[in-house]
C-alpha cells in the first residue's frame, strides 16, 4: 500500500459490502462477501470497506472473515464502519484486527440538519466527539479515517474546524460525503479546494471523496474532485448504494484510464505520461461486475456505461460501418481493456474433472472440494446439453453453486404444461426444512405464475414477486439462462438467482432461493432493514458510549 500521504496516484477504496449492500434487497450472506472480497481483491483495489460491524452479528463475521484471508500482507486494506461512538469503534477495531493492514472509519455529521434532528448536539459536542472518537480508533489501529457525514450541506467553516481537530487526534484520512447526492461538480471541486486551503493541518491527511447518486453527478463530481486535491475515490461496484446508489467504480476507473492524459497534470505528471492512475486491474471489470449483480440480485441496466450489455455494441449501420474500417471512429475503450472479451470456448463433453480445475483456477476460483464436486456435476450435465462450454458458462455455473442462500427449501422436482389451448399448470416438489418431502401444484397466468403459486403452496410464507428477469449468459439457442428475482416481504426485499439451460427450471430454483433467505431472517427475526437504515435515520446514542460532552 502506498502509505505517502500526497500520492501521485488515485487510491480506490471500494465500499460495495458496505455502503452498497444498504441497497435495498441486496443482502449478502457471509460467504456471498467473502467471494465478492477476493474478487475485489484480484480487481486491485487499495481499501475494502468490508462492512458495519457493529450493526449487526453477520456483518461482524463477515468484515472478521474478510479480515483473515483476504487481508493478507500484499492484500487491501480491510476497513470497518463505526459511527463516532466507543461500542460501535471497538466492534470494528476487533472485526478488522486480522488483516495485514486495516482501518477503522468513524463518522458523524456535521451539517446543522442533521446536528438538529438527528443528532440533537450542538456544533461544539459534535467537533469534541469527533475528536475524542478519533483518538478512540487510533488506540487500537494506525490507520484511522474520519466522515463528516452530510459535508456538502454542512457550514464550511465548522467543517475546516472539525476536520482539523480530526486530524489532530490522529486521522490519516479525511474523507467528504455528499450524502444526499445534492452537489454539483464545480461545488463539489471548490469545496475540496476550500478544505486543502483552509484546513491548517491538511498536508497530513489523504482527502477522500464519497457521493450518493441521487442527481446522477457523483462521478462527475468525484473527478473535479481529482482535479482539487482528492486522492482516494469511494465506491462500489456497478454503482450500487443507498437510494439511488454511489459513484460507480468502473466509470471513474475508466474516465481516469481513457483519459489519463488529461488528468495527469492535476496529479503533477507530465501530460503524456502512460503510468496508470489507479492500480486497477481493468480487466477484470466487468467479471466483478458480473459477480457483484449476480450475488445481489441488482441487474446492471443494459445502457450502463462501461458494464452494460450495449456499452460496447454498435447498432447503427453508418456506426458500424465506421468500427470496421477503424475502432477509432466510434470507440474510446477497447472491450478488451475491461475484460469483456475474454470468452473463450474452453471446455466441453469430453473434458474431464482436472481441465476443469484448473480452467476455474485460473478463472480465480478456488472451490473447496465439495463446491468443486457439485459445480462439475453441474458442468457436466451443461456439457450434455450443449457443445461448446464458455467461461462465462462456468462462471455462471459456480456463481450458481456457490451462491449461497440458505438451504432451508429444497427444490427436487419442477414439472409445467402449459401452450396457447392449455391452461398452465406446475406441479412441484420440494423438501421442506424437517427434511419432508411435499408436492403441490397450482394453475397460473402463465408457468411461471403457476410454479411461484404452486411453491406458495408449501412455502406458505408471505411475499410478494417485485421483479422478475432473465438473461442469457451467451449467445445461442443451447445458452444458459439466468433468471434474477427480487421478492417482498413487508418492507424487505429479498433476491433470488439461478442459472440454467431450462429458464422454467432456473426461475423456480430462483423463487427457492430468495425464498430461503426471506425464511432465514424470519427465523433470525433480524431487523434487517432497520439495522441498515439505522447509519442515517437513528440518533447516534453516542452519550451513554463516551463521556465526552462539552
Ligand atoms: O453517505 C454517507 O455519508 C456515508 C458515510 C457513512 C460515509 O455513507
Ligand atoms: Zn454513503
Redesign the pocket.
Known sequence: MDTQLQPDRIIIFDTTLR?GEQSPGATLNVDEKLAIARQLARLGVDVIEAGFPYSSPGDFEAVQKIAQTVGIPDGPIICG?ARANRPDIKAAAEAVKPAAHHRI?T?IATSDIHLEYKLRKTRAEVKAIAADMVAYAKSFVDDVEF?P??AVRSDPDFLYEVLEQAISAGATTI?I?D?VGYTTPTEFGALIRGIKENVPNIDQAIISV?G?NDLGLAVANFLEAVKNGARQL?CTINGIG?RAGNAALEELVMALHVRRQYFNPFLGRPVESEKPLTKIDTRQLYKTSRLVSTLTGMLVQPNKAIVGANAFAHESGIHQDGVLKNKLTYEIMDAQSIGLTDNQIVLGKLSGRNAFRTRLKELGFDLTDQDLNKAFVRFKELADKKKEITDWDLEAIVHDETQQAPDLFRLERVQVSCGDHACPTATVTLRTPDGQERTDAAIGTGPVDAIYKAINRVVTVPNELIEFSVQSVTAGIDAIGEVTIRLRNGDRIFSGHSANTDIVVASAQAYVNALNRLFSALQQQEPISAQKSE??VEPVKVSEATPVQS
Open positions: 455502503d464502519l472509519h463518522f466522515s457525514e452530510d474523507n460525503p450524502t464519497h450518493h469511494e443507498e447509519i442515517s
